[in-house]
């Protein structure tokens, strides 16, 4: 307990109170050892600082699977594909299990274009291709940095034709979204517009039957739900050419749903894998079927929950400031030893030895006294007398 009694406020003799002791100025002998420690001590634990928030900040990513009990939900699909057939001879469709009307899914824009891509179209295609490619081969050494930094940000999208051939358009592009339930349900392209029934729904591929059927296509976008960091769509960037005709390409879609919380985004999104097969129709040969490019997907019963766990803040800036501390020590330590060695080596003036040098060069203050002083030399008259 502090007690002070005079003319001065209690509050300036808390301020004046000091529980550090400090060394005088006097005894701090500064060197340039000294000082070039100081700064690197300076940068290194900047240096350190900024790894440890930045480590923090980056928290660990923990995936945890949990049954789905959200049956009500709605199913989004985008969808960007290019047939190589005119936009009059296809149709596509959806039919899922519950058999409801497909007008209350939405509708595919159509398109007419051209199956052959120009070079930027091509470079564009290309290199959607080569990474989702690269990214199904090595996601097992990079998937922290899909989810962290975001696989969604480098999508890359065929830009528009500048020039058209002069030709009649050969291909049709189908793009838009659908909303669907979240049911198993098959959503298919064939030859043939559709007519829609009250359970359901035909083709009218009989007309079409003399007609070549080119099923070639090219996926550009195929995805479940909104677009999320770290979540890879396997058939975007599939392109599938075929030169025969009446072509049976299927895809067996496993859709997963997927809750995303991280640090810049928290969202309810899908993601998915695939089982593909292809075989020619032909009824002569025995096999049957129907010719077209057919997408069946069905739900998981399980989805998944992805989230980060940071660390604890208390045992963070623990941490944090026993780094500063070692490091400190440990530069201090440094320190001593290179002056050690210094002075060793190269040797120093001892204390005593310099305040002696100090006293013999700094000149005498000179006295002045006009008692002592004759005006004719205007010099002291001791040192005349001497």
């Not at 830009?159 to 349900?185: E, F, M």
Request: hydrophobic share 40%; aromatic share 12%; with cysteine.
């Amino acid at each position: 307990m502090i007690r002070y009694r005079g003319k001065k406020k209690v509050l300036d003799k808390v301020k004046e109170f000091d529980a550090f002791s400090k060394v005088p100025e006097e005894y701090v002998d500064s060197t340039p050892v000294g000082g070039t420690f100081s700064v690197i001590t300076l940068f290194i634990v900047m240096w350190l600082v900024y790894s440890e928030v930045s480590y923090f900040l980056d928290s660990n990513l923990v995936f945890k699977f949990m049954p789905d009990t959200d049956m009500d939900e709605k199913l989004r699909i985008n969808i960007d594909i290019t047939v190589a057939m005119p936009c009059s001879n296809i149709g596509a469709d959806i039919l899922d299990s519950t058999s409801q009307s497909v007008f209350g899914f939405g509708e595919l824009q159509e398109e007419d274009t051209w199956f052959e891509l120009t070079q930027e179209q091509r470079d564009s295609f290309e290199a959607v291709k080569y990474l989702n490619s690269y990214l199904r081969e090595e996601y097992h050494s990079i998937w922290q940095l899909l989810w962290k930094k975001g696989h969604g940000s480098v999508r890359a999208t065929i830009p528009p034709r500048k020039s058209k051939p002069n030709r009649q358009p050969d291909a049709c592009r189908l793009h838009g979204v659908l909303t669907l339930n979240k049911v198993a349900g098959n959503f298919h392209i064939t030859a043939g517009k559709s007519l829609h029934l009250p359970r359901g729904h035909i083709h009218l591929n009989m007309l079409f039957d003399n007609t070549p059927q080119n099923f070639s296509h090219r996926i550009n976008r195929l995805s479940f739900g909104s677009p999320a960091n770290g979540i890879i769509y396997p058939l975007e960037g599939d392109e599938k050419i075929t030169q025969e005709e009446s072509m049976l390409y299927q895809y067996f879609v496993e859709v997963v749903p997927t809750d995303v919380d991280t640090t810049f985004e928290t969202i309810k999104t899908f993601q998915y894998s695939v089982k593909e097969l292809e075989r020619p129709i032909s009824h002569a040969r025995g096999s049957h079927g129907v010719p077209g490019i057919f997408f069946k997907y069905d739900m998981a019963a399980l989805k998944i929950h992805v989230y980060q766990e940071r660390e604890n803040l208390l045992q963070f800036m623990l941490r944090l400031f026993s780094i500063i501390g070692g490091i400190y020590v440990i530069i201090s330590f440094v320190n001593f030893v290179v002056l050690s060695i210094k002075n060793l080596f190269w040797g120093t003036p001892e204390p005593h030895v310099r305040l002696v040098e100090e006293e013999v060069t700094k000149p005498k203050p000179f006295k002045y006294n006009p008692l002592l002083m004759t005006p004719e030399l205007n010099v002291p008259v001791d040192l005349l007398k001497q």
